[in-house]
């Protein structure tokens, strides 16, 4: 299978639908974390100049919003009555 | 450009307000009305009214939207306090690269309650683009 190189709408694209997912979570930790690690991974591989390795991680990328993606789904099934402590304003 | 708005939107017809010239001065008395009688015996009353919020719609933000976005641009990019960021700051000059910026406008959704799809994402390049986009999104939503 021919690895062709993501075009930089198509990576931004899914950096936008990670994060959008990430909203979705009830919990404040998964949202966070989600958040933080699709920001890293992405700025950590932004200097990926060979086109298999960036389309690896393109793929490895889209494999992750699947999953964020029905977890999100099963973690609203039991979402938690109260609010986190770091979501309420401060007094 | 609100003035001029405010003047074409208040111009009356001359036909309706023709006066013989002995009178004009008697009309000049009221606050913020303004005669100039010509010599063609019909005169233009350009009246001046404190800009209302309606007009500045086609003009760009309003100030406590760039405010907004410039705080939360601030926040997200981790500037120190010092740094200056105006309506004009490019995104690019403030240090921030494309992923930087995919934040910034989720950030900005979050805030406003707004969606903004991607290829009007694309087009931001500067803090007043976002936040003429945003004022625009808000009024669609509202309306």
Known sequence: MAAVAPTRAEVLSLFRSLLRTARQFSDYNIREYTRRRAADAFRENRALSDAPAAAAAFVDGKKQLEVAKRQAVVYSLYAPKAKNIMEMKLQ | ?????????????????????????????????????????????????????????????????????????????????????????????????S?????????????????????????????????????KLVLEKAA
Do not use: W, Y
């Open chain 2, 99 to 135: 992923l930087d910026t995919v934040e910034i406008v989720m950030g900005l959704e979050e805030e406003f309650n707004i969606t903004v799809d991607e290829t009007s994402a694309q087009d931001i390049a500067t803090v007043q683009d976002a936040a003429n986009l945003i004022e």
């Open chain 2, 1 to 97: 450009m609100a003035h001029s708005l405010a003047a074409a939107a208040s111009f009356s017809p001359p036909a309706a307000r023709r006066r013989p010239p002995s009178q004009v001065t008697n009309a000049i008395s009221s606050r913020g009305l303004v005669s100039f009688n010509s010599q063609r015996m019909s005169f233009v009353s350009i009246r001046s009214r404190p800009s209302q919020l309606r007009f500045k719609i086609c003009c760009s933000a309003k100030k406590e939207t760039v405010d907004k976005v410039c705080m939360i641009v601030k926040s997200q990019l981790a500037l120190p306090d010092g740094t200056t960021v105006t309506g004009e700051s490019k995104f690019s000059e403030l240090g921030a690269d």
